[in-house]
């Protein structure tokens, strides 16, 4: 609930959370002063792709074959989410381990940026979603791309255990592929201690649902069965409407052979709604493709009103981009709420988002794991080091 308080940071926690007046803090104590603002959980994107490139059918450079480059557009795209209030993002497919290298120079706080839960590489059949350009290098052909084709179950947990290795926090997978090639990945994540969110449509959302999946992104067409089976087996749901209603605005899907079905504003809406009627838990998330990134928080906050129209009132919204999206990540007990004894992820609005969603877009200050990334509304470069010693 909105109420008056100080928020008492040290290292990287939140140490205290203080009455108005009580002054129970460290006389050293940098004092922000967030007199007329809401301090509120930094915001969450469960669906980024940090390496994403900026326009289809570009040159070999700027795809997967150079890591460098794809670690550099990481780096400039994320600036935008986290001048935007967002101190976490769901990276759901990158290229190589540009995304785990990055997530390492922020939490060094060599760079400024969110903290990366990172995928690694999208797995998929052959053939499937994320492969229909032949633009779009895949590995195993491709080693460093962001898309791994499997086939066979064997191939499926061995692209799993690949992702493992590099580091990730999560498994992607996304259709096609048969009962015996997800249930194999799935397995195989779980036994490694890793969530499983999978892209799929129709047939096969039955099929994740079934064999464990923790997750499933996106408005795709599924059945009431399939619906009533992500209730049953608690499920959860990142629906990602705003990609579909840009997209839309462009005419709508051209060459992706896993997106044969309408995909309307309505149909997507509808989806959601009748996921919300489910009771099942929904997290926000944009998955802005080519330069959209440039337009944040804009579509952040298109979303977080998609929620509003599906029936969610603002403060509803705000807890599923913070405290759920949390949950969603496995990371409740650390992140997602200001707390006692929870990572100091903390982001002052200069407005009330609680009664005007708009307001998010006035973000001035952003503190990660306790460190100010984001200053009047600036990413900010941590201070040079100063020798010791004098020279004479």
């Not at 309408?262 to 330069?291: C, F, H, N, P, Q």
């Not at 200069?350 to 708009?358: L, V, Y």
């Amino acid at each position: 609930p909105i109420r008056m308080s100080t928020v008492v940071l040290e290292g990287k926690t939140i140490s205290k959370i203080l009455a108005p007046g009580d002054t129970n803090y460290p006389d050293d104590a940098e004092i922000i002063d967030a007199k007329g603002k809401t301090v509120m959980p930094g915001l969450i994107d469960l669906h980024v792709h940090t390496t994403y490139i900026k326009q289809f059918g570009a040159p070999a450079a700027l795809t997967s074959k150079s890591q460098a480059d794809a670690a550099l557009r990481g780096a400039e795209r994320l600036r935008y989410f986290l001048e935007s209030g967002i101190t976490s993002v769901r990276d759901v497919a990158s290229h190589g381990l540009a995304p785990f290298i990055l997530n390492n120079y922020f939490r060094e706080d060599i760079l400024p940026g969110p903290r990366i839960f990172a995928a690694g590489q999208l797995i998929t059949g052959r053939g499937g979603h994320g492969t229909e350009w032949y633009a779009l290098n895949t590995a195993p052909d491709y080693p460093d791309a962001a898309v791994r084709e499997a086939s066979g179950a064997d191939e499926w947990i061995d692209a799993v255990r690949i992702q493992f290795k590099n580091g990730a926090d999560l498994i992607k997978l996304s259709s096609h592929y048969t009962p015996e090639e997800v249930s194999a990945a799935i397995d195989e994540a779980h036994r490694l201690g890793l969530r499983v969110t999978v892209d799929a449509e129709t047939q096969y959302i039955a099929m994740a649902v079934e064999a464990g999946a923790d997750c499933i992104e996106h408005p795709l067409p599924r059945s009431e069965k399939t619906i009533r089976l992500m209730q049953k087996y608690d499920v959860a749901s990142v629906p990602t409407l705003v990609p579909y209603q840009l997209i839309n605005k462009e005419g709508g899907y051209m060459g992706s052979t896993s997106r044969r079905f309408t995909l309307t504003d309505e149909t997507i809406m509808e989806m959601m709604k009748r996921m919300k009627k489910a009771g099942i838990k929904m997290g926000v998330a944009t998955d802005l493709t080519t330069s959209l990134y440039k337009y944040m928080p804009e579509p952040y906050i298109i979303e977080l009103n998609n929620f509003k129209k599906a029936g969610y009132s603002n403060i509803e919204a705000l807890v599923a981009a913070t405290k759920t999206n949390a949950e969603i990540l496995g990371m409740g007990d650390r992140i997602g709420t200001i707390e006692v004894g929870k990572l100091a992820d903390v982001i002052i609005v200069n407005g009330k988002p609680d009664e005007s969603i708009e307001d998010i877009a006035k973000v001035e200050t952003v503190i990660v794991n306790g460190k100010i990334k984001v200053r009047n509304g600036n990413t900010i470069m941590a201070p040079r080091e100063k020798l010791s010693m004098s020279i004479k």
